[in-house]
């Protein structure tokens, strides 16, 4: 929630959305995120 609080635009992908998302097993220990082009830097 922290990044969708950020970035509400934010997309996880990857191991850690399939986890979040769909309830697997697969468990990612870095979090894929992708971003629109718009968003500042950091």
Request: aromatic share 14%; proline share 5%; with cysteine.
């Amino acid at each position: 929630m922290e990044i969708y609080n950020s970035f509400p635009e934010a997309v996880i992908h990857g191991g850690t959305a399939i986890w979040r998302c769909y309830g697997s097993n697969r468990f990612s220990e870095d979090v894929d995120v992708y971003l629109p082009l718009t968003v500042r830097k950091v």
